[in-house]
């Protein structure tokens, strides 16, 4: 639990120096700014967002029927991957089509900000998609931890 704790506060201290990063350097071109949003960020806030999961699986695991409680969180990515099969094949093909609609700012038509208020990064740190490109990185981090605490 320690250890996840350390890693949660880890984690924010690099997200805000991710943001400080950028106040300091904007972008130069539409490439760096998907690059950033689509593959970068995700990296950080994916990372925090999988402490975060772990941390609340940890604090409300039962002390009985443990078995049957991480099986069932082992369900939470089959969940994920189906509400978010398009997207979620969209990344894994490699695909750049929708790139400047997912990845760029100034796309965030009706943007979701509740991410990036979770992940301290400000109104205008954020796109339409940049945080399902980090709950992918988050979700699949999760199940390998539940698949191998079942083991």
């Known amino acids: 639990m320690l250890k996840v704790e350390t890693a949660i506060m880890i984690m924010r201290k690099h997200c ?3 943001k400080n990063e950028l106040f300091n350097h904007p972008f130069t071109s539409d490439e760096d ?4 949003f689509k593959i970068i960020q995700p990296q950080f806030t994916g990372k925090l967002s ?3 999961i772990l941390y609340e699986a940890l604090v409300s695991s039962p002390e009985t029927e443990v078995n049957l409680f991480w099986a069932n969180e ?11 099969c398009s997207f979620i094949q969209y990344m894994e093909s490699g695909c ?12 965030n038509r ?21 945080h399902l ?3 992918l990185l988050a979700e699949k981090m999760y199940f390998d931890y539940v698949t ?3 083991e």
């Not at 082992?74 to 978010?84: A, T």
């Not at 991410?115 to 940049?130: A, C, E, P, V």
């Open 16 to 18: 805000d120096r991710l």
């Open 33 to 36: 700014e998907i690059t950033f």
């Open 50 to 52: 999988y402490y975060t």
């Open 74 to 84: 082992r369900k939470r990515y089959h969940r994920f991957k189906k509400k978010h």
């Open 96 to 107: 750049s089509v929708e790139d400047e609609m997912y990845f760029l700012r100034r796309t």
């Open 110 to 130: 009706n943007a979701q900000q509740l991410h990036s208020k979770m992940y301290g990064l400000g109104d205008d740190l954020f796109t339409l998609y940049d």
């Open 133 to 135: 490109a980090s709950a």
């Open 148 to 150: 191998h605490k079942q």
